[in-house]
């Protein structure tokens, strides 16, 4: 298992690399001067050209990506073109706030998603199964900024239950320390911030967990009614054991590798895909951050934001890789 954990860990250099480059290039064929976004359109052609030679613009391509590429080997993910700060400082408080964002709506869906599946299965044809799947397809297929407006559109304006936007109330914002405000306001035991944060952390994060938790719900449901056909489910049955022990200890262990894995893709999707959450509920996460930078073209930024973003998604699914062998015994890693 260290052997195998250690082996993919090294692949990320060449896979990290390969991404740079293509990010690289890609982001460079974005319509636009960046030289030409900071001074405004007003300014002069001396001013412009000016401007690109201090951002270094005006080397060959292959020089700015050594030069890029030395810093990011060294740890360093550059300097904002827009605020002229360190990415490094500045990227932590935009992730933790996606991260945060992401976490909460994936537990949301896999709560949900994976009871909801297991039901359907154990009552196969039942009122409660069609009903699940029909709710699973309309989550797949409504767009996830139509149900941001309507939830806050009953919830924030109508029934003035949740707030409308933002991490916390602004009159009383929370102190950052690990910029994760729900175990910050733990740490200072501000019970009244922590549900304020929770409140906030509602409607963004059900909109966001909708389409995770419908998917994970129906291949809960069709990878548990395979495994409720075999032969060692009717054995426990036959023995007399109570459904729910059947059907939640022995069927559903045997029925978790493919649950696992999707919802490994999903939470690396959601890290990278919040973008429209994010705008509609105000949240200053990740993916608003890259979105600003491509507005104004702040290339250091937009290559540093898809790694890390691209390094957490390696990650979750080496440690779904590593689930598999903990939860089944029969996968061995040498």
């Known amino acids: 298992m260290a052997s195998?954990?250690?082996?993919?860990?090294?692949?990320?250099?060449?896979?990290?690399?390969?991404?740079?480059l293509i990010v690289f290039f890609i982001i460079r064929a974005i319509p636009g001067d960046p030289a030409q976004v900071i001074l405004g359109q007003a300014a002069t052609k001396e001013s412009i050209a000016q401007m690109t030679k201090t951002l270094g613009l005006d080397q060959p391509w292959y020089s700015q990506y050594i030069k890029y590429l030395g810093n990011l080997l060294s740890g360093d993910l550059g300097t904002s073109i827009r605020t002229n700060s360190s990415i490094s400082g500045e990227i932590w408080p935009y992730l933790a706030a996606t991260l945060e964002l992401a976490l909460c709506a994936m537990?949301?869906?896999?709560?949900?998603?994976?009871?909801?599946?297991?039901?359907s299965a154990w009552f196969q044809n039942s009122w409660f199964d069609y009903t699940a799947m029909i709710l699973a397809l309309i989550g797949v297929s409504i767009p996830i900024f139509w149900l941001g407006l309507m939830?806050?559109?009953?919830?924030?304006?109508n029934l003035e239950w949740l707030p409308t936007s933002g991490r916390d109330n602004v009159r009383d914002p929370v102190e950052a320390i690990t910029n994760l405000y729900m175990i910050d306001?733990?740490?200072?035991?501000?019970?009244?911030?922590?549900?304020d944060v929770l409140k906030h952390l509602i409607m963004p994060s059900v909109a966001l967990a909708t389409i995770p938790m419908a998917i994970i719900a129906r291949i809960t449901r069709s990878t548990m009614l395979e495994v409720m056909r075999s032969d060692?489910?009717?054995?426990?049955?036959?023995?007399g054991l109570?459904?729910?022990?059947?059907?939640?200890?022995?069927?559903?262990k045997n029925a978790i590798i493919p649950v696992l894995t999707v919802i490994g893709l999903q939470t690396g999707l959601l890290l990278g895909g919040a973008i429209l959450t994010e705008t509609i509920f105000s949240w200053p996460g990740i993916g608003r951050y890259i979105y600003e930078a491509i507005g104004y073209?702040?290339?250091p930024v937009i290559?540093?934001?898809?790694?890390?973003?691209?390094?957490?998604?390696?990650?979750?699914n080496l440690i779904v890789d590593l689930l598999y062998a903990a939860v089944d015994p029969r996968i061995k890693y040498k």
């Open 185 to 195: 306001t733990l740490l200072q035991g501000r019970t009244d911030q922590f549900i």
């Open 107 to 119: 537990l949301i869906a896999v709560v949900i998603g994976v009871n909801a599946g297991i039901i």
């Open 297 to 299: 073209r702040d290339y």
């Open 242 to 252: 109570r459904m729910f022990w059947v059907v939640y200890k022995h069927a559903f």
């Open 4 to 20: 195998y954990t250690v082996r993919r860990l090294l692949l990320l250099v060449p896979v990290l690399l390969g991404l740079s």
């Open 232 to 239: 060692f489910i009717r054995t426990a049955r036959a023995k």
């Open 303 to 316: 290559q540093s934001g898809i790694l890390v973003i691209a390094l957490l998604f390696i990650l979750i």
């Open 151 to 157: 939830e806050q559109w009953v919830f924030a304006n």
